[in-house]
């Protein structure tokens, strides 16, 4: 979503956005599949 600020961040940082950016979309989409 955005891989400039990603490549920017720190390695922690990294780990944080691609464990996080997913399961964050993920639980945003979800309710709207439920409906």
Known sequence: MF???IQQA???KQ??????LPIALF???L???AV
């Open 27 to 29: 639980i945003w989409i």
């Open 3 to 5: 891989p400039r600020a």
């Open 31 to 33: 309710p709207l599949l």
């Open 15 to 20: 780990v944080a956005y691609s464990l996080f």
């Open 10 to 12: 720190s390695k922690p």
